[in-house]
């Protein structure tokens, strides 16, 4: 996402497919045929509004700006037995994550979780039945008609679930932001004070020529941001999408006790939220090593691995230390299966 782009993660849609074209009564006026049948056409089908999961897309600002979206409606049959010309489509993009509910109801319509996905919200009327279309054999000059079916309205609420192969994890400050920088070409805010992050940032790691990661950086969680503290409910949401989550910890002035607290309350956080992040792959990093001296690096990471009994590394996301060895652990994680037996090696 680009500097100074305003992030938008909730909206609502109101849209409209476009009416059926009333079917039309007409004859055949033709020269030397004194009684010419009925040849009225039918009319035309409306559009209907298609939502498309965009993979270009990064955010619901431009439906937030305009929520009216009307397909065009289908055109009146006409004599000659000709069809009315039927209304266009309207395509609507939507970033790929966005979760599609009714507004009064909340009931889910539609989940685009993958680039490409297309889903008719609302299905344009029917094109009316011209007057040929009553003709038999002992009706050969019908006057009926019907008219085009009525459009369809639907009020939507919209909500955007980041799709990321990675989520950052880590109390403000943890230095995600500069690990994102680090590893990719976004540009996160960077400052030392609380919420440096205002809205979920996303870059692209290339591991090499074929191997590439998305990495979500979640603005810093705090304790008791399940029940809305700090940015709260507002971003937590984020984290369900992502494949595998890093979690990183700031060492610098903190004892080991202090780091196991802070490493427990991002979690406990997650597991009071929601019961999905249980079996998610997970990874901890101690960050800032260019901070910490050399010789107290490995015992406070062995000791660290023990109580933690899950495997930690040390890097550095402004010398780049460790960062290479573990994005190639991530890259193990991203299937959907983990496979129990990849851990990351001290560094």
Request: hydrophobic share 35%; proline share 6%.
């Given at each position: 996402?680009?500097?100074?782009m305003r992030f938008v993660d909730e909206a609502l849609l109101h849209v ?262 249980e079996t998610r792959p997970k990874l901890t990093v101690l960050n800032k ?49 983990l496979d129990p037996e990849a851990g990351v090696e001290p560094s």
């Amino acid at each position: 996402m680009a500097r100074g782009m305003r992030f938008v993660d909730e909206a609502l849609l109101h849209v409209r497919s476009g009416r059926g074209g009333d079917g039309c009564v007409s004859f055949r006026r033709e020269k030397y045929v004194p009684r010419g049948g009925p040849d009225g056409g039918d009319g035309g089908r409306g559009g209907h509004v298609i939502l498309v999961a965009d993979s270009q897309i990064s955010t619901l600002l431009d439906i937030g700006r305009a929520r009216f979206y009307r397909a065009r409606s289908g055109q009146q049959g006409g004599g000659s037995s000709c069809t009315g010309r039927s209304g266009d489509d309207l395509r609507i993009p939507l970033p790929v994550g966005t979760v599609v509910r009714e507004r009064e109801s909340g009931s889910l319509v539609v989940d685009l979780d993958r680039p490409g996905l297309e889903f008719v919200v609302a299905e344009g009327g029917e094109g009316g039945r011209g007057n040929e279309g009553f003709k038999t054999a002992t009706h050969q000059a019908p006057r009926e008609w019907t008219p085009g079916g009525e459009p369809i309205e639907r009020e939507l609420s919209l909500e955007l679930k980041l799709v990321a192969d990675v989520g950052l994890l880590g109390l403000p400050n943890a230095g995600k932001s500069t690990f994102l920088s680090r590893v990719s070409a976004a540009h996160p805010r960077i400052a030392d004070y609380p919420f440096t992050t205002l809205a979920p940032q996303l870059g692209i790691v290339e591991l090499d020529a074929e191997r590439r990661i998305v990495v979500a950086d979640i603005p810093g969680i705090i304790e008791g941001a399940h029940q809305g503290v700090g940015l709260g409910l507002d971003f937590l949401r984020h984290l369900e999408r992502t494949r595998v989550l890093l979690h990183l910890l700031d060492p610098h002035g903190r004892d080991l006790d202090t780091l196991l607290h802070e490493h427990l309350v991002i979690r406990e956080e997650l597991r009071q939220y929601s019961s999905v992040f249980e079996t998610r792959p997970k990874l901890t990093v101690l960050n800032k090593a260019d901070l910490v001296a050399e010789e107290e690096r490995e015992p406070l990471r062995q000791e660290l691995q023990r109580r933690l009994g899950e495997p930690v590394a040390w890097i550095s996301g402004v010398s780049g230390h460790g960062i290479p060895r573990v994005l190639e652990a991530l890259w193990k994680r991203i299937p959907a299966v983990l496979d129990p037996e990849a851990g990351v090696e001290p560094s």
